[in-house]
């Protein structure tokens, strides 16, 4: 049974300390102002725990409280776990908090221990980077509250994410595109390349994987099967791309099924697109721009011409709507399809 403690202060004022014990289990306390409260709250802390000693076996046999490694490795061997196209990177995250952080109980693994893992995190990694990681361990947390090996009352903290950093916007200047284009002609690899990025607005890893099956230069349409989302979808690829991706084929170099190879006949890997991207931007004499912003430039042409958030949003396979928010600044007060339908029926007599 719970025991509950009346405190009175020197000024008078009364609280009740409720305790929660099972035996072999954790031992627990709270603070409360309202005695009924201190009561249930032992009573429900108690039977979570019972949960929690169910969850890991027989009393007699258990081997010991739950720490947040048992939670991981646990959430880690689920078979629906290991489906998922991002299950690599996982491990790779978890690993830095079994390191770090893998013998805490999960009864005391609460705010103060996010906020040290999001802090040591800080120090070597971008913000974008410890919100995954800490969205990572979030998930790995709640799967174990899930398999009742944490507590339902027991809730991963809210409000200790660090900030999400400003979407970078940097993009080409009609000058710079030109500069970029012409640096990129001796490279008929990278033209391409550039071009098709250019003219879809698809990431570097999306073009990498891209297969000539997923093309139709016909159309005008690239459909992309594995993006960084999960979600397939098919945008429109510009005629100046389609002739580039049409040169392609004339290489002495071709396959029949992965659009881009390198001058050896294997997939064009990111390291090597890199090097011959890195050498190309400083041939065209561009500052502070990296290959990603070319989906940066892609969508803000987009905006200036006319093209909504949503449309833009799609085109760059963008999960949420605020990620495709940074673009519009650039068309303020813009007309919109539907304006003159709209003042036709306003003026309409």
């Known amino acids: 049974m719970p025991s509950i403690i009346k405190r009175v202060s020197q000024r008078g004022a009364v609280t009740y300390?409720?305790?929660?014990?099972?035996?072999?289990?954790?031992?627990?306390?709270?603070?409360?102002?309202?005695?009924?409260?201190?009561?249930?709250?032992?009573?429900?802390?108690?039977?979570?725990?019972?949960?929690?000693?169910?969850?890991?076996?027989?009393?007699?046999?258990?081997?010991?409280?739950?720490?947040?490694?048992?939670?991981?490795?646990?959430?880690?061997?689920?078979?629906?776990?290991?489906?998922?196209?991002?299950?690599?990177?996982?491990?790779?995250?978890?690993?830095?908090?079994?390191?770090?952080q893998g013998d805490y109980r999960v009864l005391h693994y609460g705010p103060e221990q996010v906020v040290q893992a999001r802090d040591k995190l800080a120090e070597t990694r971008k913000p974008g980077t410890v919100i995954r990681m800490l969205a990572a361990m979030r998930t790995a947390f709640n799967y174990g509250r899930t398999l009742k090996l944490i507590p339902k009352s027991h809730e991963w903290p809210e409000d200790l994410m660090p900030s999400v950093p400003e979407g970078r916007s940097r993009f080409l200047t009609d000058d710079e595109l030109k500069r970029l284009l012409d640096a990129a002609k001796p490279d008929q690899l990278m033209h391409a390349f550039i071009m098709a990025a250019l003219g879809t607005g698809l990431r570097q890893g999306e073009l990498i994987r891209l297969k000539w099956a997923d093309v139709d230069l016909v159309k005008g349409s690239v459909t992309v099967l594995q993006s960084k989302t999960g979600k397939k979808r098919t945008v429109h690829i510009t005629p100046a791309a389609v002739t580039a991706l049409e040169g392609l084929k004339k290489r002495k170099v071709v396959s029949p099924t992965i659009v881009f190879l390198n001058d050896q006949g294997r997939p064009f890997a990111k390291p090597l697109c890199n090097q011959r991207w890195d050498k190309i931007r400083k041939k065209a004499k561009l500052l502070d721009f990296h290959f990603h912003d070319i989906r940066h430039t892609h969508a803000s042409i987009l905006a200036q011409s006319g093209a909504t958030l949503f449309q833009i949003g799609y085109q760059l396979g963008h999960k949420r709507p605020d990620m495709t928010a940074r673009y519009a600044h650039l068309v303020p007060g813009v007309k919109l399809p539907g304006h003159d339908e709209l003042d036709a029926k306003l003026t309409a007599k």
């Open 17 to 100: 300390l409720a305790r929660a014990r099972v035996r072999g289990g954790e031992n627990i306390s709270k603070t409360f102002v309202d005695r009924s409260e201190a009561k249930e709250w032992a009573l429900e802390q108690e039977k979570e725990q019972r949960v929690m000693k169910q969850a890991s076996g027989n009393k007699r046999t258990a081997k010991g409280p739950v720490t947040i490694t048992t939670v991981i490795n646990k959430y880690l061997a689920d078979s629906k776990t290991k489906t998922l196209k991002t299950y690599e990177g996982q491990q790779q995250i978890l690993a830095w908090f079994v390191n770090e």
